[in-house]
């Protein structure tokens, strides 16, 4: 009698047993609250945005979705959060360009890696970087921008949502390509950045353009890495048809969700983000807070991080640009 048969028997049902496991639990995805971890400060744009797409994936999904605000480090505290948390769909991530492109070539002690330490669950959109002053300053376009930081004694000073964010990485750019005299002060987000703005502490913000400060007539809005204009400032140029090409980019917005997290939750979390931006609310809120709506699937969101990793590396190695 071979007594081999009932272990490999027995094998075989632990086998289909665990297997059968799988489906019953993605199918029972989600049955409890979804963490969304934004890592910046409430009140910016990319807090409203992560806020109403969140409302849309709640709707579909029929469960509440949580906004948890973790901010600090551009956006790194947020991520090493999410990283660390169980692969188990609940606790995602805003996943942007500052904290899964530009961290992993300007921080050496970042804890966690950019790609390999998460699943892409997809891009939801993204928006360029914009300069805008204040309008007590007699600036109208690129080329007074210029003039007037090297005349001032010691430049303009420039707001930043935090060193090391891509607004600080294309704020050095645009004065290594023309020339510009320009001081970075780093803020903790947009928003506290903006309030030193309105405040005449500031010149002006490296940033994405709050279209209500534009129209009230209490920032002005001098150009973008864009490659089109924004709806609602049709007549100002970007910084490519102002005659500077190679300073184009953006910064992209996605959710990310903890590596090891099983490929059903995933692909559940992607379609909910991807029918929450056929949402004329979501379209709306998005639009006004100069994004670009985009959606797709989670590999091309990894994708454009690791072409944003090489292209951000190429920049920095060459010496253009320095965090300090």
């Keep these: 009698m071979d007594n081999g048969l009932p272990r490999i028997r027995l094998a075989a049902l632990a086998l289909l ?8 639990a993605a199918a029972d995805y989600p049955n409890r609250p979804i963490h969304v971890v934004v890592p910046w400060p409430p009140g910016g744009p990319t807090d409203a945005v992560a806020r109403v797409i969140s409302q849309e994936i709640s709707e579909s999904l029929k469960q509440p979705v949580v906004i948890d605000n973790k901010a600090g480090a551009t956006g790194v505290l947020g991520s090493d959060f999410v990283a660390k948390s169980a692969p188990d769909g609940y606790t995602i991530v805003v996943a942007g360009t500052a904290s899964h492109s530009l961290a992993k070539i300007a921080n050496a002690k970042l804890p966690y890696d950019p790609l ?4 892409p669950i997809g891009e939801y959109g993204r928006y360029p970087v914009a300069i805008f002053v204040g309008t007590s300053l007699p600036i109208t376009n690129l080329a007074e921008f210029i003039a007037q930081s090297k005349s001032a004694k010691d430049g303009l000073s420039i707001g930043l949502p935090g060193v090391g964010s891509v607004s600080h990485l294309y704020a050095q750019l645009l004065a290594a390509k023309t020339g510009a005299k320009l001081t970075y002060v780093p ?3 947009d928003a506290p950045a903006r309030l030193d703005l309105l405040s005449g502490n500031i010149h002006g913000i490296s940033s994405t353009p709050d279209f209500g400060l534009i129209a009230d007539g209490k920032a002005r809005l001098i150009g973008s890495t864009g490659t089109q204009r924004w709806p609602q400032t049709p007549n100002v140029p970007t910084f490519a048809e102002a005659g500077f090409p190679d300073l184009v980019g953006f910064i992209v917005w996605g959710f990310a969700a903890p590596a090891g997290t099983p490929d059903d939750i995933v692909k559940i979390l992607n379609g909910a983000t991807n029918r929450a931006l ?12 100069a994004y670009f709506v985009t959606g797709g699937t989670p590999e091309a969101l990894w994708s454009t991080f690791d072409q944003q990793i090489a292209e951000f590396g190429a920049v920095i190695r060459s010496g253009a640009v320095k965090f300090e």
């Design 17 to 24: 047993s665990a297997l059968a496991v799988i489906p019953a």
């Design 278 to 289: 056929k949402s004329e609310r979501v379209k709306r809120i998005m639009v006004d807070n």
């Design 116 to 119: 390999k330490d998460f699943r």
């Design 187 to 189: 803020y903790r987000g």
